[in-house]
């Protein structure tokens, strides 16, 4: 019995450490993936420092047509996770955006598109550009680039709504 108790101690986290990981990349996999469709907005996390004075950037709109930047500064806490609690309530800035999507190969070959938005900035020393994943992807990019100097903030965004109207 004694043998059997210590036989069972010694091949349970071997099976473990065989079937876990099999079960979790099937998991992985299997996962339903987001398709971009229509009307999406996306979101940075707060931003510590701020990216040309923004804390957070939402953008809402649809892929190759018009959109809403909002570049908002006002300064936020964050709990022991990051999340944020309270902010101050100024108005942020709204630009209204046409996003064109260029023709430019992905030079990693993973399916991502690139487009520019174009709009009544007040400050023009900036482009900016989002990176779209391929289809099923989540996670977007926005790029800032400053014309003077060519520095680029890369700045993620996540998807936080879709829908299909």
């Known amino acids: 019995m004694f043998i059997r108790i210590f036989l069972s101690f010694l091949i349970t986290p071997l099976l473990y450490a065989i079937v876990l990981p099999t ?24 931003l510590i420092p701020p990216v040309n004075t923004a804390h957070q950037i939402i953008l809402k709109g649809e892929l190759g047509g018009k959109a809403l930047l909002i570049l908002d500064s006002n ?42 938005l174009r709009g009544e900035f007040p400050d023009e020393s900036n482009e900016y550009f989002l990176v779209s994943p391929p289809t099923g992807g989540s996670l977007f990019r926005l790029l800032i680039v400053n014309i003077a100097d060519q520095t680029t903030h890369v700045i993620p965004l996540e998807i936080k709504k879709v829908s299909n109207q």
């Open 23 to 46: 079960s979790l990349s099937a998991q992985l996999t299997d996962t339903p993936q987001v398709v971009v469709e229509g009307e999406m907005t996306l979101h940075s996390v707060y």
């Open 75 to 116: 300064a936020c806490m964050l709990d022991q996770f990051g999340d944020v609690t309270v902010c101050t309530q100024m108005y942020p800035p709204r630009y209204n955006v046409q996003m064109t999507q260029l023709r430019i190969a992905d030079p990693k070959g993973l399916g991502r598109s690139l487009y520019r």
